[in-house]
């Protein structure tokens, strides 16, 4: 059973264009939820994170919405530059537990 | 660099064969945790540690698989008897303790022939 959904396996989206990733959990236990980066071949990048006591976070370009009733966070990234082409891991956390990772989506932004 | 660090980057072996792969996480981080990543998932995780004590492990760590962090700061994983199931990219990462957010490291890449 897959705690922590992205749906999306792949995006692409146009050089300064709005890039938007879902993910969505299951499990109402989750607290906190963070996003990050990952180039072939690296470790994952963290990137930006929200509490759960929050409904949005932002951090330069990148802004994490998070809508508890519906289990469901998205990242948006405005506007997309070519370097943002990675792939992006949701993942999510409850108290002192480890990272429960979606399996990522594939953002490609064309120039 | 004060980043995670992790040697050695790539490792191929043969079937049956053990490996050990070594992680140094951020200096003062008192948690590490290892992942391992396969083809188009993300990272599982197999296992941490809150300074020298091991505090949870994951039902995808066999008996084969050990891991140690003898002084509270690097940490080893070894695989024993390698499988080509084993094959993946293994990760570190750390983080202080009460603190969500956790920094990996490059990873190690396995490849078991």
């Known amino acids: 059973d897959q705690q922590v959904k992205q749906n999306s396996p792949s995006l692409s989206v146009q050089e300064g264009r709005i890039s938007i990733l879902n993910c969505d959990y299951t499990?109402?236990?989750?607290?906190?939820f963070l996003w990050y980066k990952k180039y072939p071949a690296e470790g994952p990048t963290f990137l930006i994170s929200?509490?759960?006591?929050?409904d949005k976070n932002e951090d330069g370009r990148f802004t994490v919405f998070l809508n508890k009733s519906a289990k469901h966070l998205s990242l948006h990234i405005v506007p997309s530059q070519p370097g943002d082409s990675a792939v992006y891991f949701c993942?999510?956390?409850?108290?002192?537990?480890?990272?429960?990772f979606g399996k990522g989506t594939r953002l490609s932004v064309i120039a | 660099d004060t980043g995670v660090s992790q040697d050695p980057r790539h490792k191929i072996t043969k079937r049956g064969q053990n490996v050990t792969f070594r992680c140094d996480p951020i200096?003062?981080?008192?948690?590490l945790y290892w992942y391992r990543q396969t083809l188009g998932q993300g990272p599982e995780f197999l296992t941490y540690?809150?300074?020298?004590?091991?505090?949870?492990k994951s039902r995808l760590l066999s008996d084969r698989f050990s891991a140690e962090r003898p002084k509270g700061s690097f940490s080893t994983l070894e695989i024993q008897r390698t499988e080509q199931g084993d094959s993946a990219m293994y990760l570190c990462?750390?983080?202080?303790?009460?603190?969500?957010?956790?920094?990996f490291g490059p990873g190690t890449r396995l490849l078991v022939l």
């Open positions: 540690f809150q300074n020298e004590a091991q505090l949870e």
């Open positions: 990462a750390s983080s202080f303790t009460e603190q969500e957010t956790q920094y």
């Open positions: 993942a999510a956390i409850s108290g002192n537990t480890p990272l429960v």
């Open positions: 499990n109402s236990m989750f607290d906190y």
């Open positions: 929200i509490s759960s006591i929050k």
């Open positions: 200096s003062e981080h008192n948690r």
